[in-house]
Nanobody, 124 residues
């Protein structure tokens, strides 16, 4: 599956952004979808994961209550709504896919398909 992330940009602290990730090439509903991020000098980390049918979600503690992951299988798209943004949310955000046959995972190494990344910069 090929992934294309978009929606990043510059936003003030306390503001909101919505990231989108469009998929093509394989049946989108066959995949868990995840959002990850990587800040300068840091390792890539999990932000959120959503199950193939949207019935289950997982969030990193750092974003719980502020970010919401969702998907629209009819549009082959997964979203990340980010509210109450903080300067520490500044990073390149990546979407990734993992076959539903492989089960749930949150480690970046367990996701086989990646989008190109979109930069989110939060100014304080």
């Amino acid at each position: 599956v090929q992934l294309q992330a978009s929606g990043g940009g510059l936003v003030q602290a306390g503001g909101s952004l919505r990231l989108s990730c469009s998929a093509s090439g394989r049946t989108f509903s066959r995949y868990y979808m995840g959002w990850f991020r990587q800040a300068p000098g840091k390792e890539r980390e999990i932000v959120a994961v959503i199950s193939w049918n949207g019935g289950a979600t997982y969030y990193a503690d750092s974003v719980k209550g502020r970010f919401t992951i969702s998907r629209d299988n009819a549009k082959n798209t997964v979203y990340l709504q980010m509210n109450s943004l903080k300067s520490e949310d500044t990073a390149v955000y990546y979407c990734a896919a993992r076959s539903r046959d492989s089960g749930y995972a949150s480690d970046p190494a367990d996701f086989g398909s990646w989008g190109q990344g979109t930069l989110v910069t939060v100014s304080s």
